[in-house]
């Protein structure tokens, strides 16, 4: 029987007069690859400051694992074992490769204080684990070569996967990517969505993704949301998300009969190209 990581119970987001999210319901389960996607506005990153923390739902429940997130503060949000990343990079770009890891690792440390400004036996320790973990997860995420480089000078692409590699450093068991595509070229896309799929595996991951490059999306997601102002207009496998008319509508606009059957046309030929990809996947 699957276990549900993460259950959103008609949630609701209102700022004033604004109706950011509406009445959203999702559920993920373990192990699952989950991506919610949607026109610019349509809030999805509302949805993933509603779980993690940052906005408190104006109605609805959200729950990990069973456990009620509503009311909690963000630190302890990621204690139970939700991480995340951001839309725009949110490095420290002045420390080291190896100094970003081991900042997300502070989030389990025992020792106190004062024990850490004296380096009291007990936080010598601690720190040294702390490094040996960083450099075994830059290893493990291909990047222990950078490791005594500065962030910022590291590529985009490999910037984009630091910030993942710092997320999986708070030893996450759910982890929300917002738009880990974002502003990469086709290769570094593709690149990205291999490394998705491999940590996924190797680190018994959940993932919940916003993305807006729809070929990643279609390529690695097993379940797909589909928001619109706010509220969910489609949910479903892939090749059912694409030749969704209201999912259609909401990314193409209103058109013509014409218009509409050419449109319907050509994602109903992108759906069977995606089929085919997987079948060919499956045989390989």
Sequence with gaps: ?????????????????????NDLSIDVQKGELVALIGPNGAGKTTAFNMITGVYQPTEGMIFFKGEKLNGLRSDRIAKKGIARTFQNIRLFKNLTVLENVMIATHLHVKSGIISNMLMLPNARKEDKERREKSRRLLDRTGLLQYQNDISSSLPYGLQRRLEIARALATDPTLLLLDEPAAGMNPTE?????????????????TVFLIEHHMQLVMDISQKIY?????????????????????VIKAYLGESSDEDTQKEEAACRGQASSFRMKQSEMKEE
């Design 189 to 205: 896309t593709e690149d990205l969505g291999r490394f998705i799929q491999e940590i996924r595996e190797e680190f018994d991951l």
């Design 226 to 246: 589909v928001l619109e102002y706010g509220r969910t207009i489609a949910c479903g496998a892939p090749e059912e998300i694409q030749s969704n008319p209201a």
């Design 1 to 21: 029987m699957s276990e549900t990581v993460l259950q959103i119970q008609n949630a609701t987001m209102r700022f004033g007069g604004v109706l950011a999210v």
